[in-house]
């Protein structure tokens, strides 16, 4: 489900799971970033929250610290949360 496909259907998540990945991830210390910013450079999970955004499923992504838990949602067009 790859742009290339011309199948990327939500860039529009795509580009807010990044930016906000980015975000939370600034915040915090280098150690606990790792994931967040491993998840940013990693095609196949990029590829996976399209697939299933593109199956009607939302993607989830879960980032933390000592003390904070954040988790980024990411719901197909028509869905409720």
């Given amino acids: 489900m790859s742009s290339a496909d011309?199948?990327?259907?939500?860039?529009?998540?795509?580009?807010?799971?990044r930016e906000r990945t980015r975000n939370?991830?600034?915040?915090?210390d280098m150690a606990y970033a790792q994931p967040g910013r491993y998840w940013l450079?990693?095609?196949t999970?990029?590829?996976?929250a399209l697939t299933d955004l593109?199956?009607?499923?939302?993607y989830q992504l879960a980032?933390?610290?000592e003390?904070?838990?954040?988790?980024?949602?990411?719901?197909p067009p028509g869905a409720t949360s």
Avoid at 6 to 17: F, K, S, T, Y
Avoid at 24 to 28: A, E, P, R
């Fill in 63 to 65: 980032l933390h610290d």
């Fill in 24 to 28: 939370v991830t600034d915040q915090l």
């Fill in 6 to 17: 011309g199948l990327d259907l939500w860039p529009g998540h795509r580009w807010w799971l």
């Fill in 41 to 43: 450079r990693e095609e």
């Fill in 67 to 75: 003390n904070t838990r954040y988790v980024l949602v990411a719901y």
């Fill in 45 to 48: 999970e990029h590829e996976r």
């Fill in 54 to 58: 593109t199956r009607g499923t939302a």
